[in-house]
C-alpha cells in the first residue's frame, strides 16, 4: 500500500518518493512508517504524530492512500 | 441538478431599476461561481477606459459555487470592481452569513451599475427587489448602520435580513475603504467601499429564505462529517501560544518542510489569525518599522503580542456560515487603556502587525481602539498601517513637518499620535485627508516616494517578499496587486497540491535560499498556487480551508459531489487559470501595464537589511521569476499579457461571447 509521510526536521527521506509518498505492506502501522523515515517514537509522539489529521497512537494500523503527519510548526516560513 | 441557481441579478441604481437573468450552465462549467462569475461578467460589460467611481462602474456581490451545499469552509462572499485604487480588476472578500443570503434571494450574484441621486439600499427578500430611500442612515458608521436596518426591518421581514454596507470611510470615497458585514467584519481590499460609496449605496440588505440545493448532498454532508469529526478530535495542550514567538526565530533560519497542513486548522480554532503576530515578528515574515526595520528594533514586542494575551480577554467565538472552526472571537475591552467601546472583533494578524511593529507600537490596547474604530468606519487596517507608516517615516526624513501634520508629532511608536491620526483619515479631516486614498496618492502629494510601500498603488498585506520569495512574485503578477492571499511558500509546503495536480511540482526540503532563484519549478509552483486559490475563490471556499491541504480539505471531491461532475483536479486547476486569467485580460482591457507591478526597492532587499533573519537578502532574481511566471501562465512574458493561443486554449474567447 502507498503512504504519504511528511516527517519533520532530521529524518530520513530516502524511502519517500518526490511526493513524500512511499510502499509499506499491508497491516504496517505508524510506528512502521516512522522507522521508515527514522523518527523515534519519543520524537513521534512529542510532535503529535497524526494520520489523516488525527492524533493516532502509534499502534495504529494504517490504509491505502493515509497521510501520517505531525503537529509541527516550525519550516523555513 | 447543480448548486448554482443560475440567475443573477442586475441593478442599475441610476434608474432605479433591476432585473433577473439567466446564466447558461456553460458559464458556471467554465468559471464556477463566486469571483469566476464576477470575472466573466466584469470583463465584457464594463467597458474599457470606464471611472472607477463613475456610473459605468459595476459593483459585484457573489456567493461561491459551494455555498449552501453543506460542505465545510465555504461561506465567503466576494465583492468585485475595477477598482480605484489601482486602475485595474479589484476585488476583497469576507465570511460571515452574507454569501448564504445571496443564494437564499435566489441569485449566484448580484451586479450594480449606476449612481443614484441620493443615498439608498437595495432591498431584496427572493420575491421582491426595490432601491430604498437610505438617507436615515447615510452618515452612520458600519455597525450603527447594520443595527439601524435591522431596528426597522426585523419585525417587516419573514427572516432576519443579512446586510453588507459601508461605514464613513465609503461614503467619503476613501480609496483604502471596504466593505462591512455583522457588525464590521470587513472585505477590506482594492477600494471596494469607495466604489460603493460612490454609487451612494449604503447598504445591500438581503432577507429571503430560498432553499439551496446541491447534485448531491449526501456525498457532501459524508465529507464534512469526516472533516469535522477529524477536527472536533484535534487537541493540542493549553498555553502553547506563548512558545511560538521562539518558533518564529527557529524558523528564519529553517529550511522549507513540506508540513500537514492540518496544524494551520488547530491554530486558527485557538487563537484566530492572531496567532500569527510573534511569530511573523521573530521570523521575518512581519514587516517592522515601515519594512525597514528588523527584530532588534522590536525586542520583546512578540511577547506584547503573544495570542494568549488576547485569548484571555475573548468572551465568545463565533463562526462564519459552514465553518467548524471559529477563527473569530470577540473581546471584553471595557475600561482598557485608549479604548472608548466595550467590545471589538478579535483583531486579525494583519491588523496588529500593521499597527503594532511596522509603526514600533507596543500598545495592545491602541490596537483594540483602532482595530474597532476602523471596522466601523470601513477602512483597510492594511492600506491604513502602511500609510500611517510612511507618514512617519517622513516626518523622521524632514520629508513631513508638524506644519503639514496638523501639529502632530508622528514618531515611531507614538500611539497617541497614531490614534489621532487614524481618526483624522476616517473623517477626511486636515491632513487626514491626504491619507485617506493610500500611500501612492499620499507621497505624490507630498514626496517620500521612496517610503511609500505599495505594489500599482495597493498596499502590500504584512508579509515580507525577502522571507517569501514566492509571495513577492504574487503581489506583483496577481491582477489585484500586493494581494497576500494568493500563495505563500509556506502555504505550498502544507497543500500537498502534487496529489491532485499532475503538473505542480512536489513541495520538497529545501534552503529558503533556492526560492530567490528564478527556475522552472518554481515558476510551475506559483501558479499552482494561484490556480487552486482562484479555483477556491470560484467555490467560495475559506483560505484556512485551503491551507489544510487537499488531502483534509477535500474541495475536488466537495465540488464533484456538490455539481454531479466527475471531473479530476486537472480539470479543476483549469478553471482557477480561466479565472487568473480572465483577470489578467481585465486589466489589459482597462489600460493597466502588467508590467507596471512593481515591488517597492525596500522589499527587493536594496539595500538588504543588516541583522536578523532576513539579513543580506536581496531579490536579484524577482523580475526574471516573474516573467517564468507568466510564461508558465501562457502569457507574454515580457508583457504579462495573456497570448491568443492561451485565450483560445482557456476557451475565454467563446465564453466572452456568450451574453445574458
Known amino acids: ?77 | 441538478m447543480t448548486s448554482f441557481t443560475g440567475k443573477i441579478l442586475r441593478v442599475d441604481l441610476g434608474t432605479r431599476s433591476a432585473e433577473a437573468l439567466s446564466v447558461p450552465p456553460e458559464v458556471y462549467e467554465a468559471v464556477l461561481a463566486g469571483k469566476g462569475l464576477e470575472a466573466w461578467y466584469l470583463y465584457t460589460h464594463i467597458p474599457a477606459g470606464a471611472d472607477p467611481l463613475g456610473p459605468e462602474n459595476i459593483l459585484a456581490f457573489a456567493a461561491g459555487a459551494l455555498c449552501g451545499t453543506g460542505a465545510f469552509l465555504t461561506g465567503r462572499w466576494t465583492v468585485a470592481c475595477k477598482s480605484p485604487l489601482t486602475g485595474g480588476w479589484g476585488d476583497a472578500n469576507c465570511g460571515g452569513l452574507f454569501a448564504p443570503a445571496i443564494k437564499q434571494c435566489g441569485y449566484d450574484a448580484i451586479f450594480l451599475s449606476g449612481i443614484a441621486e441620493e443615498p439608498v439600499y437595495l432591498f431584496c427578500d427572493g420575491k421582491t427587489v426595490e432601491v430604498r430611500d437610505a438617507s436615515a442612515y447615510w452618515g452612520l458608521d458600519a455597525t450603527e448602520a447594520e443595527a439601524a436596518l435591522h431596528r426597522d426591518l426585523d419585525g417587516v421581514c419573514r427572516k432576519r435580513p443579512c446586510i453588507a454596507c459601508i461605514g464613513q470611510a465609503g461614503e467619503k470615497r476613501s480609496l483604502i475603504s471596504g466593505i462591512c458585514n455583522e457588525g464590521g467584519r470587513i472585505a477590506a481590499r482594492s477600494g471596494v467601499g469607495a466604489v460603493m460609496g460612490s454609487k451612494k449605496l449604503k447598504a445591500v440588505v438581503l432577507a429571503g429564505s430560498l432553499p439551496m440545493r446541491c447534485h448531491d448532498p449526501e456525498a457532501v454532508k459524508a465529507l464534512s462529517r469526516e472533516l469535522g469529526r477529524k477536527l472536533l478530535k484535534m487537541t493540542l495542550p493549553t498555553g502553547l501560544g506563548v512558545f511560538i514567538g521562539a518558533g518564529g526565530r527557529m524558523m528564519g533560519h529553517l529550511p522549507y518542510l513540506p508540513m500537514d497542513g492540518s496544524l494551520t486548522a488547530y491554530m486558527f480554532r485557538e487563537w484566530g489569525t492572531q496567532a500569527n503576530t510573534s511569530l511573523a515578528i521573530t521570523s521575518g515574515d512581519g514587516p517592522i518599522r515601515n519594512w525597514g526595520g528588523t527584530p532588534k528594533d522590536v525586542r520583546r514586542m512578540d511577547a506584547v503580542y503573544n495570542p494568549e494575551h488576547i485569548n484571555k480577554i475573548e468572551t465568545a467565538k463565533y463562526h462564519c456560515y459552514s465553518c467548524p472552526l471559529g477563527c473569530g472571537g470577540k473581546l471584553n475591552i471595557r475600561g482598557r487603556k485608549y479604548v472608548g467601546f466595550d467590545e471589538t472583533h478579535k483583531p486579525e494578524y494583519e491588523t496588529i502587525e500593521a499597527f503594532g511593529p511596522l509603526l514600533m507600537n507596543g500598545s495592545l490596547d491602541s490596537i483594540y481602539q483602532l482595530n474597532e474604530l476602523l471596522n466601523r468606519a470601513g477602512m483597510d487596517t492594511i492600506s491604513a498601517g502602511n500609510t500611517v507608516a510612511w507618514a512617519i517615516e517622513c516626518f523622521e526624513h524632514g520629508i513631513l513637518t508638524t506644519e503639514q501634520t496638523d501639529g502632530l508629532a508622528l514618531t515611531w511608536g507614538n500611539t497617541e499620535a497614531i490614534l489621532t491620526l487614524v481618526k483624522k483619515m476616517i473623517a477626511r479631516e486636515g491632513f487626514g485627508d491626504a491619507l485617506a486614498d493610500g500611500v501612492k496618492r499620499a507621497s505624490e502629494r507630498f514626496g517620500g516616494r521612496e517610503y511609500a510601500m505599495h505594489i500599482g498603488g495597493q498596499e502590500p498585506g504584512m508579509h515580507d517578499a525577502r522571507n517569501d520569495p514566492q509571495l513577492g512574485v504574487h503581489f506583483v503578477a496577481e491582477p489585484a496587486p500586493g494581494k497576500h492571499t494568493v500563495g505563500m511558500g509556506i502555504e505550498y509546503g502544507a497543500m500537498s497540491l502534487c496529489d491532485i495536480c499532475s503538473w505542480a511540482p512536489p513541495a520538497t526540503l529545501h534552503p529558503k535560499a533556492r526560492d530567490l532563484e528564478d527556475t522552472e519549478t518554481m515558476a510551475l509552483v506559483t501558479k499552482a498556487n494561484a490556480c487552486y486559490t482562484m479555483l477556491v475563490d470560484g467555490a467560495g471556499g475559506c483560505y484556512y480551508g485551503q491551507m489544510m491541504g487537499v488531502h483534509m480539505w477535500k474541495l475536488v471531491d466537495y465540488i464533484n459531489a456538490a455539481e454531479g461532475w466527475h471531473y479530476d483536479g486537472d480539470h479543476y486547476m483549469e478553471i482557477g487559470e480561466r479565472i487568473q486569467t480572465l483577470r489578467q485580460l481585465f486589466n489589459v482591457k482597462q489600460g493597466v501595464d502588467p508590467a507596471s507591478f512593481k515591488l517597492p526597492k525596500r522589499m527587493l532587499g536594496e539595500p538588504p537589511l543588516p541583522s536578523g533573519p532576513l539579513k543580506g537578502v536581496t531579490l536579484s532574481q524577482h523580475r526574471g521569476q516573474v516573467s517564468s511566471h507568466w510564461r508558465a501562465f501562457g502569457w507574454d512574458d515580457r508583457t504579462g499579457v495573456p497570448l491568443p493561443e492561451t485565450v483560445k486554449k482557456l476557451g475565454i474567447d467563446r465564453l466572452t461571447e456568450v451574453s445574458v
Open chain 1, 1 to 77: 500500500m502507498r503512504v504519504k509521510i511528511l516527517p519533520p526536521h532530521g529524518c530520513d527521506r530516502s524511502a519517500l518518493d518526490e511526493r513524500s509518498w512511499a510502499e509499506l505492506p499491508a497491516g504496517s502501522t505508524v510506528r512502521d512508517a516512522l522507522r521508515l523515515v527514522r523518527c523515534g517514537p519519543l520524537k513521534a509522539k512529542l510532535l503529535l504524530v497524526s494520520v489523516n489529521g488525527e492524533r493516532s497512537p502509534l499502534d495504529r494500523e494504517l490504509r491505502d492512500g493515509d497521510v501520517v503527519g505531525f503537529f509541527f510548526p516550525v519550516s523555513g516560513g
